[in-house]
């Protein structure tokens, strides 16, 4: 997307301050970790990306979206889509398995982010998302899409609760059986329903990486890590 004057910072473990189970680049706070070292984390990060503090809301697994304006601030409002309408105005979503998915229409300067766990996968987040673009005046064949790193179908193992949900609205090959268990890609069912909503497949890139057991550039992983560890972040701003 950068040729198009958007940029896209896509952080894993490496580089930070934080100590385990956080080590080193956490960014998320009240975790456990300290506020003095999510924040020098953020610093650095934001440093080497050339990126101003970005905005970030409460996630909480559902569809709310929040305009954001100006200046990057941690928002108390609970929200798992941000959108900006304007240049300058960096968007970042915490991570540690679920799926983040950064959108852009440069041409119609709308950009959005994502927070895509299953909860919000089976609410067809990604729809609510590009609905909310269109609005906004973007064009769906314009829409880029880079979808970060989550957790693969070689270890999000699902019970049969969520198996059932996620087939009621993602495509069959989301869900796979083996060994009798069922795992879910969280990364597939998503990129079908950007593609249902108009998206381009030449316009949806996604990394390959397993938050669970990618090993270089290793990542936070709620469910390897049972619950104990930090986020990575990811970040899209028009330039
Ligand atoms: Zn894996």
Not at 103 to 120: F, K, M, S, T
Not at 121 to 138: D, F, N, P, Q
Not at 143 to 157: H, N, T
């Amino acid at each position: 997307m950068e040729k198009h004057g958007v940029k896209v910072v896509l952080s894993d473990r490496d580089g930070g301050c934080s100590l385990p189970p956080f080590d080193t680049l956490n960014l998320g706070i009240a975790l456990g970790d300290t506020d003095e070292n999510v924040l020098e984390n953020m610093q650095r990060l934001c440093q080497s990306s050339g990126l101003t503090l970005p905005h970030q809301a409460q996630q909480v697994h559902g569809i709310s979206l929040l305009h954001c304006f100006g200046r990057g601030e941690q928002h108390e409002t609970d929200a798992d889509i941000l959108l900006a309408t304007e240049k300058h105005v960096p968007l970042a979503i915490r991570t540690a398995d679920c799926l983040p998915i950064l959108l852009a229409d440069p041409e119609a300067q709308v950009i959005a982010a994502v927070h895509a766990g299953w909860r919000g996968t089976v609410a067809e987040i990604a729809k609510v998302a590009v609905s909310a673009m269109l609005e906004k005046g973007a064009k769906a064949e314009r829409i880029m899409a880079s979808l970060g790193a989550c957790i693969g179908m070689c270890c999000f193992e699902v019970s049969l609760d969520i198996q059932q949900r996620l087939l009621a609205v993602a495509h069959a090959e989301a869900v796979r059986q083996r060994d009798g268990k069922a795992y879910a890609d969280l990364g597939l069912a998503n990129q079908y329903q950007l593609l249902a909503s108009g998206l381009l497949p030449q316009h949806i890139e996604a990394t390959p990486h397993c938050t669970a057991c990618q090993q270089k550039p290793a990542y936070f992983s709620y469910r390897r890590d049972a619950g104990q560890t930090g986020r990575q972040l990811s970040i899209i701003v028009l330039e």
